[in-house]
């Protein structure tokens, strides 16, 4: 398969088949994907709750109630739904652990280079403290990055998915303690098989011509 099969062969899947299952081996993949994510100067400004249990499932479903009900049976019958959450701050001290991490890794070939990298991440950051002032917007599009990650990568597996805004982020930082611990859930992923009575897996791929889009030099 080309990449380009893989990009047309995935769609946002609305109706799961709940009897169908992610395989362990297979979920690994996905959790290496969520884990290997690139992301500004390494910034990893995220976390994942990954609910599989039917109960885990029902509590990421207390963000699909009201307004957004549209999105629970999605949730609910899904074989795997993960909750992306962003940090709400990046403190000097998760700029620390983050050195102490890449020097565990065995990226500083000499202590210059940790320093080095110190520096040069403290001045990115700071950008967007400061200058910019717009640290939370800069994580959170660290997140959005991964997210396109996992929704190519897992089309390429065969496995269907579902990208939603359409969540109550504010019952699910309350449901997972979210912001006690300094994140907030952004976007959920549902991952499954479709349903056989899903509208949308044989509706015609509609996107801007490419012409419109691509400015060639
Ligand atoms: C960030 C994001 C949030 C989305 N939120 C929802 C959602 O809450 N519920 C839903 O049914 N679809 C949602 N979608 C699906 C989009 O409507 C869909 O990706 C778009 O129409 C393109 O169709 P395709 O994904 O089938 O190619 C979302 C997609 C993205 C990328």
Same mark, same amino acid.
């Given at each position: 398969?080309? *990449?380009?099969?893989?990009?047309?062969?995935?769609?946002?899947?609305?109706?799961? &088949?709940?009897?169908?299952?992610? =395989?362990?081996?297979?979920? #690994?993949? *996905?959790?290496? @994907? *969520?884990? @290997?994510?690139?992301?500004?100067?390494?910034?990893?400004?995220?976390? %994942?709750? /990954?609910?599989?249990? !039917?109960?885990?499932? +029902?509590?990421?479903?207390?963000?699909?109630?009201?307004?957004?009900?549209?999105?629970?049976?999605?949730?609910?019958?899904?074989?795997?739904?993960?909750? %992306?959450?962003?940090?709400?701050? /990046?403190? &000097? !001290?998760?700029?620390?652990?983050?050195? &102490?991490?890449?020097?565990?890794?065995?990226?500083?070939?000499?202590? =210059?280079?940790? #320093?080095?990298?110190?520096?040069?991440?403290?001045?990115?950051?700071?950008?967007?403290?400061?200058?910019?002032?717009? +640290?939370?917007?800069?994580?959170?599009?660290?997140?959005?990055?991964?997210?396109?990650?996992? @929704? @190519?990568?897992?089309?390429?597996?065969? /496995?269907?998915?579902?990208?939603?805004?359409?969540?109550?982020?504010? +019952?699910?930082?309350?449901?997972?303690?979210?912001? #006690?611990?300094?994140?907030?859930? /952004? +976007?959920?992923?549902?991952?499954?098989?479709?349903?056989?009575?899903?509208?949308?897996?044989?509706?015609?791929?509609?996107?801007?011509?490419?012409?419109?889009? %691509?400015?060639?030099?």
């Amino acid at each position: 398969m080309n *990449l380009t099969d893989i990009a047309l062969s995935r769609y946002s899947t609305k109706a799961f &088949d709940p009897a169908r299952k992610i =395989s362990a081996e297979q979920v #690994e993949q *996905l959790q290496s @994907l *969520l884990r @290997l994510s690139p992301s500004s100067v390494n910034s990893q400004p995220w976390h %994942f709750v /990954i609910a599989s249990s !039917e109960a885990g499932k +029902a509590r990421v479903a207390k963000g699909t109630q009201g307004f957004f009900q549209f999105n629970e049976a999605k949730v609910l019958n899904a074989s795997h739904v993960v909750v %992306f959450c962003a940090k709400t701050e /990046i403190s &000097d !001290e998760y700029l620390q652990h983050l050195l &102490d991490s890449e020097e565990q890794a065995g990226r500083f070939a000499e202590p =210059s280079h940790k #320093e080095m990298v110190r520096g040069a991440r403290a001045t990115f950051v700071n950008i967007h403290r400061h200058d910019l002032k717009d +640290a939370q917007h800069w994580m959170e599009k660290q997140v959005y990055l991964n997210m396109g990650t996992l @929704l @190519l990568g897992a089309a390429a597996l065969g /496995i269907d998915a579902l990208p939603m805004e359409g969540i109550d982020m504010k +019952a699910l930082d309350t449901e997972f303690g979210l912001r #006690e611990q300094g994140f907030t859930a /952004i +976007a959920v992923v549902a991952l499954g098989y479709r349903a056989e009575q899903d509208f949308n897996a044989t509706l015609a791929k509609a996107r801007l011509p490419a012409a419109e889009i %691509f400015t060639q030099i």
